[in-house]
């Protein structure tokens, strides 16, 4: 199996330091970001709590396809992408941040609460 891990970190990282253009999409609760033309990341927040993350090349091929919820190893319907879901849900938190502006409509929101 691919090392993905490395990849993720990076992407947190980067991520969690406002580095990564993350942009909103029309379906609510999903984040993309392109890079330089050469790669795309979308990561979703799934209904049932779990999160899909996905990587694309240029053409457009998955090249990081997971879906990951909050299971521990010994449970029965535990899943390999399930080892990713705290990384990956806080790189959703990341992404939903910078694709939502957050940090500047709180910002927005404190202002208009002082004048009250």
Known sequence: M????R??????????????????TYEENTF??????????????????GFDFLMKDKDDKNIIEMTCHNRRQ???DYEA???FFDKVRQLYE????VGLDVDKKLTVAEA?????
Request: charged content about 35%; glycine content about 8%; cysteine-free.
């Open 94 to 97: 990341a992404a939903r941040i």
């Open 32 to 49: 993309l970001a392109a890079l330089e033309g050469e790669v795309t990341f979308e990561i979703s927040r799934r209904e049932d709590g």
């Open 74 to 76: 010994y449970n029965n």
């Open 112 to 116: 208009l609460l002082d004048r009250f």
């Open 2 to 5: 691919p090392n993905y891990e």
């Open 81 to 83: 992408d399930d080892r």
């Open 7 to 24: 990849v993720i970190d990076k992407l947190l990282a980067k991520s969690e330091a406002g580095g990564v253009p993350w942009k909103a």
